[in-house]
């Protein structure tokens, strides 16, 4: 069972930047494809981007493309997701998730494990 946990949502300015983070608890967490999904009010859940498990490759939704930058450190099992030049459109609730069979294409297929959600507001 993975266990985790997102940190550094928060409240920024349109313009301005945010880093979130996604803390696993799993020792395997090097054998997993992580993503970062968001939920706004009245609307389903989408897809940010995802990371492949050694790093090496990465997808973006390409409404974040060029702005958002994923990452991960599998020394420390976390999960980043650097968020620039953000818009009032990108507040949300944002979503870390683990899967050993999840893919790097846009879908939420594959995903076993989920985050609590951190709260990302932009205000205009």
């Known amino acids: 069972q993975v266990q985790l946990v997102e940190s550094g949502g928060g409240l920024v300015q349109a313009g301005g930047s945010l880093r979130l983070s996604c803390a696993a608890s799993?020792?395997?967490?090097?054998?997993?494809?992580m993503g970062w999904f968001r939920q706004a009010p009245g609307k389903e859940r989408e897809f940010v981007a995802a990371i492949s498990w050694s790093g090496g490759t990465t997808y973006y939704a390409d409404s974040v493309k060029g702005r958002f930058t994923i990452s991960r450190d599998n020394a420390k099992n976390t999960v980043d997701l650097q968020m620039n030049s953000l818009k009032p459109v990108d507040t949300a609730v944002y979503y870390c998730?683990?899967?050993?069979?999840?893919?790097?294409?846009?879908?939420?297929?594959?995903?076993?494990?989920w985050g609590q959600g951190a709260q990302v507001t932009v205000s205009s």
């Open positions: 998730a683990a899967g050993f069979r999840a893919r790097l294409d846009g879908s939420n297929r594959g995903y076993d494990y």
């Open positions: 799993e020792r395997t967490f090097g054998t997993y494809v």
